[in-house]
T-cell receptor, first 112, second 114 residues
């Protein structure tokens, strides 16, 4: 069965520091992979997605993610975090079965 | 173009009542998915509709149902509400089903069951 694991429930970084949010998935083949961000009281916004091809994917707001098949991972990174990046981040997979599976989310706190 | 809209944004109901939530997708999008978000369970897939047909359903009891109209607007209904149904219900639309197209999420409906 498909599953997504985000091992870090909370992460705190200082503004200007680099960020890496972890995501591991379980799926028989290469699924479609996504990262979404949710600000308080808001719906989810897509940051980036991976379907195939180049394993380093660029997204909006300066985020990028790298797909590593050998590690079944799709970690999200940002070189320099801004205070406005404080939000909850969700990794999701879809194996083409009309159903998304979301991770439990990582809540990011940014210190000024 | 306008985003996904959900109505109402907030709702308070009593146990045993039923509730209907509405979702209007982005113009031109024919696929609508519903999710339940709670602090304990995270985001869980409820069902997806495309061209008025339910394409897939998550692991929720039959009290949760939905439908889609010819204009792609969708409604979900929860009957015999339980306290555990308190959650943020998110709707997402996409051009087509299957997960290859980006899903655009609405702001959600916050349901509180007392």
């Amino acid at each position: 069965a498909q599953s997504v694991t985000q091992p870090d429930i909370h992460i705190t970084v200082s503004e200007g520091a680099s960020l890496e949010l972890r995501c591991n998935y379980s799926y028989g083949a290469t699924p479609y992979l996504f990262w979404y961000v949710q600000s308080p009281g808001q719906g989810l916004q897509l940051l980036l997605k991976y379907f195939s091809g180049d394993t380093l994917v660029q997204g909006i707001k300066g985020f990028e993610a790298e797909f590593k098949r050998s590690q079944s991972s799709f970690n999200l990174r940002k070189p320099s975090v801004h205070w406005s990046d404080a939000a909850e981040y969700f990794c999701a997979v879809n194996g083409g079965t009309y159903k998304y599976i979301f991770g439990t989310g990582t809540r990011l706190k940014v210190l000024a | 173009k306008a985003g996904v809209t959900q109505t109402p944004r907030y709702l308070i109901k009593t146990r045993g009542q039923q509730v209907t939530l509405s979702c209007s997708p982005i113009s031109g999008h024919r696929s609508v998915s519903w999710y339940q978000q709670t602090p304990g369970q995270g985001l869980q897939f409820l069902f997806e509709y495309f061209s008025e047909t339910q394409r897939n359903k998550g692991n929720f009891p039959g009290r949760f149902s939905g439908r889609q109209f010819s204009n792609s607007r969708s409604e979900m209904n929860v009957s015999t509400l339980e306290l555990g149904d308190s959650a943020l219900y998110l709707c997402a639309s996409s051009l087509s089903p299957g997960g290859t197209d980006e899903q655009y999420f609405g702001p959600g409906t916050r349901l509180t069951v007392t």
